[in-house]
């Protein structure tokens, strides 16, 4: 099951049109119809999960080989939700991506930096 699939299963779960989807992310409902086909980066995921009062972590663990879980919800129903037990390394191999790609831009940000100074100096002569 792609992240998109796991959007349509959540989002119908939640009872929410993509329409109601699509409104909430400012968006044309063909648009949104991408993303539930699979074309969403992390920054609409976010978006996504906040709209179905989930998280990130949620959504990505929904699939066949995982647990059940009951959750109570504010008005007194239940839903359910999957949690993948391998989700916890996964979610380790992004946060160490993602420190990796801080720490490349940061380099690249010095980089800039050092070049924009042998710029003015050339200019200066």
């Known amino acids: 099951m792609h992240d998109g699939q796991k959007i349509r299963e959540l989002r119908t779960r939640r009872g929410l049109s993509q329409e109601n989807m699509a409104d909430e992310l400012k ?24 709209i179905l009062d989930s998280d990130i972590l949620e959504i990505l663990s929904l699939g066949e080989e995982n647990v059940f879980i009951i959750r109570d919800n504010k ?24 420190t990796h790609l801080k720490e490349k831009l940061i ?7 050092d070049l924009e100074e042998v710029i003015l100096l050339l200019k200066s002569k």
Do not use: F, P
């Open 27 to 50: 968006m044309s409902v063909s648009n949104y119809s991408y993303i539930e086909q699979g074309k969403v980066n992390t920054k609409k995921l976010r978006e996504i999960a906040r």
């Open 75 to 98: 008005d007194q129903s239940q839903n359910g939700y999957i949690v993948n037990n391998g989700l916890a390394q996964s979610y380790k191999e992004i946060e160490m991506e993602n």
């Open 107 to 113: 380099l690249l940000e010095s980089k800039v930096s």
